[in-house]
């Protein structure tokens, strides 16, 4: 089932990006209005007995939570990977981010409310599905809804992997002859089928070989450790060029350095 999904989104991201953006957005849609439901069944529900603040801030799991979280910031720095197809990406890409950073913010922050408001936590802990446990102590009715939901999720975003990475792929074909290959797009589609057809059987066989668990971790252990690079760069960059076409103030970069540093080593050293 995996397997055929996976291809039937390769073939969707070959295609072309609006035929993609069209699928990722009905998926998002769905994803959406179950993490509103559960919101909403979650926010309804009678407290569990075990809700109230704890008497001392577990760091540790607010920690590993955090580096988790890193697996959602793929779809936000991968956000500009897509800036040679849009309009005015200097105005309209900033805002993208900043909105969208913005609005999931808001919906992780109120799912998490609901969640541990209407379940104990030890519960929660022990379910392999925590938003279809809400959702069925919340309202009593089946759990089979918010499942077909966390499979419209997962499945936007290995969609989403697909046609950024591959974007990526594409562009450094475009500045290295080693992966020139890669910098070509299909003549009648327009999208680079064989940077897509890579970064697919790639997403495929992490999906097959890891467990989701697993898999998110070590995708944001990849990504802090990109954003450590980024950072480094950043700060590179503006102590040889200090009129470069970007402005950020140098303590954005150093701050982002720190943070992803800590954050990795976090990850790394609870990992072990």
Known sequence: MACHATLALIGVALIGVLESLAVAAVFTVIEVAGLALVIWAGGTALPSADWQMPEAVAWAGIGAGATLAFFAFIGFEDMVNMAEEVKHPERTMPRA???????????????????????????????????????????????????????????????????????????????????????????????????????????????????????????????????????????????EQPQASFRVPMTVPVLGLVASAAALALQLWGGG
């Open 97 to 239: 981010i900043l909105l969208s950073l913005a609005i999931t913010a808001a919906l992780y922050g109120l799912v998490a409310w609901a969640a541990v408001r209407s379940v104990p936590v030890d519960d929660l802990a022990g379910s392999e599905q925590p938003l279809a446990l809400v959702w069925a102590r919340a309202t009593g009715g089946p759990a089979a809804p918010l499942a077909l939901i966390a499979v419209a999720a997962a499945l936007n975003g290995v969609l989403a992997q697909i046609i950024m990475a591959s974007r990526v792929l594409f562009g450094l074909g475009r500045r290295s002859a080693a992966l020139g290959v890669f910098h070509n797009a299909h003549p009648r589609f327009g999208t680079p089928v064989l940077a897509t057809a890579l970064v697919g059987a790639a997403v495929l066989a992490g999906a097959l070989a890891l467990p989701v668990a697993a898999l998110a971790g070590a995708t944001s252990a990849i990504l802090l450790g990109v954003f450590v690079l980024v950072n480094a760069a950043l700060i590179g960059v503006k102590r």
